[in-house]
């Protein structure tokens, strides 16, 4: 693999981590912050703006993954992806702890 490959496997994995937190809390019904509240990812947007913006994760990851060419016979291809997923939750997993605190 290329490393523009690797590149895209890492943001491949950001991306899909991204979904889940913006899917879940949206088809809970229950707002949650996102880039378009106000302040930005500070604020809460409803539950129909997190389900559209995690479609939008889940679309951006998609082709990304797609580009990347990875392959479940490449393991560092593999850990790159992971490490994406793991460089975008475990900071986003402190940050958003207090999120109902105010």
Known sequence: MIATH??????????????VP?????????PFPTPFANPPGKGLSSPTVNVAWSLVNM?????LFRSAHLSMDEPVSLAVFFAGIAALSLPLSKRFQHKHAR
């Open 59 to 63: 679309l951006i990851a998609f082709f």
């Open 22 to 30: 913006h899917f879940v809390n949206g088809i809970a019904g229950d």
């Open 6 to 19: 690797y590149l895209a496997c890492f943001f491949a994995g950001a991306f899909a981590a991204n979904v």
